[in-house]
C-alpha cells in the first residue's frame, strides 16, 4: 500500500487530454513539493515534472503539473503513442522522514 | 553531461549483504547543489526509495529498510554504495542509482540505467 494513491491505469485517444492524480496527505503533498516521473516499458525513470509545475528542459508543454491541498494531478495534452508509459508521482513525507512515490499509473493509448 | 552507472552482483544468497556501488561521471559527486538516492523496483511493481546520502555523510533512509540499509561516499572515486543486510528473496529487484537535486525540489534528475538483482540460494 503506497502512502501516495494513484488509479492504477489510465487511457485516452491521441489528440484527447489525460490527467492522473495523486492523492496525499498534509505531511507529504501537503506541505512538500511533488514531482513526476514517466518510466518508458524496460527503462529507468525520467524526470518529467519537479517543484509541482516544472518541466526540465526536453520535456514537451504538453506535460503539467498542478497541486490543490493534499492532491496533485499530471495533465498530458495532445496525447501521443510514444505517451504509453507508467507515471510515477513522489513527495517527501514529513512524517516518514522519507521520501514517498505513488503506486504508478499505467497509462495506455488507445 | 552527468551520468550514473550501477555495479555489482547480479545474484545475492538469502541471509547475506547486498552491495552495489554507483559511479558518477561527468561532474563531480561532491557538488553541494546535489545529494545521491538509491530507489528499487520489484518486477512488475511500482519504486521504493531506500535512502539519501549527502557528501557530508548525512544519511536518510526509508524507516521499513533502515536497520538493514547502510549507504557510503567515496568522493576520490566518484562513487556512492549500497550495502543491504539479512537479504530475502522479497529484495529481488531492479536497484537505481539516482542524483537528487536540491534546486529542484529535491528530485531525482538523473537516474542509472538499473541493475537487476536476484535474492536466491
Known amino acids: 500500500q503506497s502512502v501516495l494513491t494513484q488509479p492504477p491505469s489510465a487511457s485516452g485517444t491521441p489528440g484527447q487530454r489525460v490527467t492522473i492524480s495523486c492523492s496525499g496527505s498534509?505531511?507529504?503533498?501537503?506541505?512538500?513539493?511533488v514531482n513526476w516521473y514517466q518510466q518508458l516499458p524496460g527503462t529507468a525513470p525520467k524526470l518529467l515534472i519537479y517543484n509541482y509545475n516544472q518541466r526540465p528542459s526536453g520535456v514537451p508543454d504538453r506535460f503539467s503539473g498542478s497541486r490543490s491541498g493534499t492532491s496533485a494531478s499530471l495533465a498530458i495534452s495532445g496525447l501521443q503513442s510514444e505517451d504509453e508509459a507508467d507515471y510515477y508521482c513522489?513527495?517527501?513525507?514529513?512524517?516518514?522522514?522519507?521520501?514517498?512515490f505513488g503506486g504508478g499509473t499505467k497509462l495506455t493509448v488507445l | 553531461q552527468v551520468q550514473l552507472q550501477e555495479s555489482g552482483p547480479g545474484l545475492v544468497k538469502p541471509s547475506q549483504t547486498l552491495s552495489l556501488t554507483c559511479t558518477v561521471s561527468g561532474g563531480s559527486i561532491s557538488n553541494g547543489l546535489y545529494s545521491w538516492s538509491w530507489i528499487r523496483q520489484p518486477a512488475g511493481k511500482g519504486l521504493e526509495w531506500i535512502g539519501r546520502?549527502?557528501?557530508?555523510?548525512?544519511?536518510y533512509y526509508n524507516p521499513s529498510l533502515k536497520s538493514r540499509v547502510t549507504t557510503s561516499v567515496d568522493t576520490s572515486k566518484n562513487q556512492f554504495s549500497l550495502k543491504l543486510s539479512s537479504v530475502t528473496a522479497a529484495d529481488t529487484a531492479v536497484y537505481y542509482c539516482a542524483r537528487v537535486s536540491r534546486n529542484w525540489g529535491n528530485a531525482f534528475d538523473i537516474w542509472g540505467q538499473g541493475t537487476v538483482v536476484t535474492v536466491s540460494s
Open positions: 498534509s505531511s507529504n503533498i501537503g506541505s512538500n513539493t
Open positions: 513522489a513527495a517527501w513525507d514529513d512524517s516518514l522522514n522519507g521520501r514517498v
Open positions: 546520502i549527502y557528501t557530508s555523510g548525512s544519511t
